[in-house]
C-alpha cells in the first residue's frame, strides 16, 4: 500500500465537534482516528494540568536509578549530562512540535507518516507500544516487590505487607496484591477517556516524587551534619580500563531519563490553547530535572560506594537516623503510590497506538466503548500477567524498552527534521539531529552489549 492510498483511507469525520481552537484545521483531522473526546462542558486542559501529566510521564522507575550514574561518573559530570539531556530531549519535542503543526498532525505516528508513509506511521506505533508495555511490565513487578516483597541472591526482602500483617499466603501473595491494586487503582484510572482527566492524580505523582527527594535529602543533611558520611567524589574514578568502559552504561539511563514524547500530541489536543504546549514542555523539563539532580546528589551523598542500581534497596535497612523504619515505609509507600500514578498516564499512550496498529481505518477509539474497554482488559491482562509470572520478563524488556525508547526520543525525531518535507528545519536542528543519532546508536548498543553480558555472569557474580 502506498503512502498516499494509505492516508486517503485515514480521511474521514470525526463524530463529535472538536475544541474551538482545532475547528480551523478539521479537515485535516480526517487523516488520524486518534481525535480526542471532547464531552459536554469539558472547555479545554489548563497549563498546570498539561504540566502535571507531561512530568508525570517523565518521572517513572528511571528516576531510582539516577543515583548509581552518579557513583560511576561523579557529581560534576552527572549534573552536566543530565542537564544536557535535558536539552536535547527539549529540542526533539521542539522539532516534533513543528514538524507537526506543519502537517497539520496530531499524532507522534502522524508526524512520522507525513516524512517516511505507511511505513514511518507503522514502526513508530510498535516503537511506542514495546517501550511503554515494557514500562508498565516494570512497573508492576516493582508495585510488586514494594508490597509483596522480592528475593535478591537468595535473600528474601520483605514487603510492606508482610511487615505489617505477617505472613499469610492469600492475603500477602504477590498475585493478590497486585489483582487488589488492579481493580481498585489501577482499572479506574485507566478507563478515563481524557488524558486530563488524570490531572490531580499525575500533581500527586509528583508531589509523592518530591517527598522522596525530601526525605533523602533530609537523612543525607543530618548525617553529613553528624560527620556519619563523607561528600563523594565530585569525577569518576578510573583505575582500570574496566572501570572506564563502565562509565558508558549510563548512557541508555540518561538518555531516556526524560522520555515523553508518546504523550506529547495527546495532551497537546486537549489544550485550550495549544501554543502553550512549548512553554509545557520547557516548565516539565525544569521541574523533572530539578527532581532527577535532587536524587541522584542526596542519594548518593547518603550512599556513596555502597548506592545501589536501584537506590529503593538501599533503603531496606537502618538509615542511621531515628525512626530509621518508619522512613523506610513512608518511601517505599510514596514510591509504590507514585508508580500506580504514574501508570495511566503511559497505559493512555499506549491504548492509542495499539488500536492504531490493529484498527487504522476504524473510527475513533473513545467513540467505541466496546472496543475501547476490549482494548484496556487484553492490554491490562497481559501486563498483569507478565508482571506476576515471568518476573525475569524485566531483562528483556529492559533490552527492547531501550532500544524501542531510544528510537522514540531520538532516532524518529532526527530522522524527521534531516528529511524535511517542508523545509523548516534549522540549522541548528541538523546540528542537533547529527547530535541524537550516534548517541542514540552508541545508548543502543552499550544496551544491548550490557544485555548480552548478563548472560554470560552466573549467579555468583563470577563470570561463566
Not at 122 to 135: A, E, H, K, R, Y
Not at 372 to 379: A, Q
Not at 382 to 389: C, H, P, Q, R, S
Request: aromatic share 12%; charged share 15%.
Amino acid at each position: 500500500m502506498s503512502a498516499s492510498i494509505g492516508d486517503r483511507k485515514f480521511r474521514r469525520s470525526p463524530k463529535s465537534p472538536l475544541l474551538p481552537h482545532k475547528q480551523h484545521h478539521q479537515h485535516h483531522y480526517h487523516k488520524h482516528h486518534h481525535t480526542i473526546e471532547h464531552s459536554e462542558g469539558f472547555g479545554g486542559a489548563s497549563f498546570s494540568g498539561a504540566v502535571f501529566n507531561l512530568s508525570t510521564t517523565i518521572v517513572g522507575a528511571g528516576i531510582m536509578a539516577l543515583p548509581a550514574t552518579f557513583k560511576q561518573l561523579g557529581l560534576i559530570p552527572g549534573v552536566i549530562l543530565i542537564i544536557f539531556a535535558a536539552f536535547l530531549t527539549q529540542s526533539s519535542i521542539d522539532m516534533i512540535l513543528r514538524f507537526s503543526k506543519a502537517s497539520k498532525s496530531i499524532s507522534y505516528s502522524s508526524v512520522a507518516a507525513d516524512a517516511f508513509g505507511v511505513f514511518g506511521r507503522t514502526v513508530s506505533q510498535f516503537c511506542i507500544i514495546v517501550n511503554n508495555l515494557g514500562m508498565l511490565v516494570v512497573y508492576m513487578i516493582i508495585i510488586g516487590d514494594v508490597l509483596a516483597g522480592t528475593w535478591s541472591n537468595g535473600l528474601h526482602h520483605r514487603g510492606l505487607m508482610e511487615e505489617w500483617f505477617g505472613q499469610h499466603w492469600c492475603w500477602t501473595s504477590r498475585s493478590t496484591l497486585l489483582l487488589l491494586t488492579t481493580f481498585f487503582v489501577i482499572a479506574p484510572l485507566i478507563s478515563f477517556k481524557r488524558v486530563d482527566s488524570l490531572r490531580y492524580t499525575s500533581a500527586l505523582s509528583v508531589g509523592l516524587a518530591i517527598v522522596f527527594v525530601a526525605i533523602t535529602a533530609g537523612v543525607a543533611i543530618v548525617k553529613l551534619l553528624e560527620g556519619t558520611i563523607k561528600v563523594p567524589s565530585l569525577f569518576p574514578e578510573v583505575v582500570d580500563q574496566a572501570s572506564f568502559w563502565k562509565l558508558f552504561t549510563t548512557i541508555p539511563i540518561l538518555v531516556t531519563a526524560y522520555i515523553c514524547h508518546h504523550n506529547v500530541h495527546p495532551i497537546e489536543n486537549e489544550l485550550t490553547d495549544p501554543s502553550q504546549m512549548k512553554s509545557i514542555v520547557k516548565t516539565s523539563l525544569i521541574l523533572c530535572s530539578s527532581v532527577y539532580v535532587a536524587t541522584s546528589f542526596f542519594g548518593f551523598l547518603l550512599f556513596g560506594e555502597q548506592t545501589l542500581d536501584d537506590v529503593l534497596a538501599n533503603f531496606d535497612g537502618d538509615l542511621g537516623v531515628p525512626y530509621s523504619s518508619l522512613l523506610d515505609d513512608v518511601i517505599r509507600v510514596s514510591y509504590g503510590v507514585h508508580l500506580m500514578l504514574v501508570f495511566p498516564i503511559v497505559f493512555y499512550s499506549l491504548r492509542l497506538n495499539v488500536d492504531g496498529l490493529l484498527f487504522p481505518y476504524a473510527i475513533p477509539i473513545t467513540y467505541d466503548n466496546k472496543r475501547f474497554y476490549s482494548l484496556t482488559v487484553c492490554l491490562m491482562g497481559f501486563i498483569f500477567l507478565g508482571a506476576n509470572f515471568v518476573p525475569s520478563i524485566w531483562d528483556a524488556f529492559q533490552f527492547t524498552g531501550a532500544t524501542a525508547t531510544i528510537a522514540v526520543g531520538y532516532i524518529f525525531p532526527a530522522a524527521i527534521a534531516l528529511r524535511d518535507n517542508h523545509g523548516i528545519a534549522t540549522r541548528k536542528d541538523r546540528l542537533v539531529s547529527w547530535i541524537m543519532i550516534p548517541l542514540a546508536v552508541t545508548s543502543s548498543t552499550v544496551a544491548i552489549l550490557s544485555d548480552i553480558y548478563s548472560f554470560f555472569v552466573a549467579k555468583d557474580g563470577q563470570e561463566i
